[in-house]
């Protein structure tokens, strides 16, 4: 066998065996995640998608109730169209980047269900829901029993209190990432303010409409409030609302359909 003159550019057999071993082993391990992080990234494309369809429905419901026409008009303003039987019932296709089919379903209380058949998660968290609004409430309650002052817990923060709602209320079946409360915050027993814009994206210090749910009462009411720049237990600075009130947009209603459409109709109007 020949050797390898000195100095002379050039791999041996052994050295590209070893190489093509090498980037084989990091194919086989590589591959898979590749591949696994793809489709959790279709999955949340797909969450999205049906938790566009539910509000969209939700809306709809409010100008006119719970009917066949009202399912049409929210999956076509979603951008799909679909099979609609009544107006309990529908399916459709192409909404799901992987391939799934979507069916929508209305139960006696009014809740919402859109589901997957690719994708396990059903998004179903309707604020409007006597029993779920509660739990939120509960939930977030308990998280700040015992604390002095004005205690508050905010959607965007990675605090321990957040967490420990998120984590409770996902336990409980409830996803509020999958509700209208896009940005919300808690303060005491009876107050809670939610709106469907995502405040991380605007300036701090801007004015935004939002819901409040008076838990007492058992009314939800549009008020304007404020946003400031907060900051976490762990010293990270998140956009947050400051659940000050204002001007009151809309009075309280028991109707959560209509209070929606007239926090879609404010959001409007300060050109969200």
Request: net charge positive; hydrophobic share 40%.
């Amino acid at each position: 066998m020949r050797r390898r003159e000195r100095g002379k550019a050039g791999f041996t057999l052994v050295e590209l065996i070893v190489v093509i071993a090498i980037l084989a082993i990091l194919m086989a391990v590589g591959i898979p995640f590749y591949l696994n992080a793809k489709e959790k990234s279709k999955e949340k494309v797909c969450e999205a998608n049906r938790t566009e369809i539910m509000r969209n429905y939700i809306y709809e419901s409010s100008i006119g109730g719970f009917t066949a026409d009202a399912l049409k008009q929210a999956i076509a303003d979603s951008g799909y169209s679909g099979t609609v039987t009544d107006a309990g019932n529908a399916t459709l296709k192409g909404a799901c980047p992987s391939g799934g089919n979507y069916t929508v379903s209305v139960n006696a209380s009014g809740t919402i269900t859109v589901s997957c058949d690719r994708h396990s998660s059903t998004i179903s968290t309707n604020l409007g829901d006597a029993g779920i609004i509660q739990s939120v409430i509960d939930t977030m309650k308990n998280q700040v029993a015992g604390i002095s002052g004005t205690p508050h817990i905010d959607s965007a923060s990675n605090g321990k209190r957040t967490q420990n709602v998120i984590a409770e209320l996902k336990t409980a079946g409830i996803d509020l990432s999958s509700s209208d409360a896009v940005t919300w915050r808690y303060i005491n027993a009876n107050r809670f303010y939610f709106t469907t814009v995502d405040i991380s994206k605007i300036s701090a210090g801007a004015q935004v409409p939002v819901i409040k749910y008076n838990s007492a009462q058992k009314l939800y009411s549009v008020w304007l409030t404020g946003t400031y720049s907060a900051t976490s237990d762990s010293k990270v600075y998140y956009n947050a609302l400051t659940g000050n009130e204002v001007k009151n947009l809309y009075g309280g209603v028991a109707d959560y359909a209509k209070a929606l459409a007239n926090l879609k109709a404010a959001l409007k109007t300060y050109g969200y």
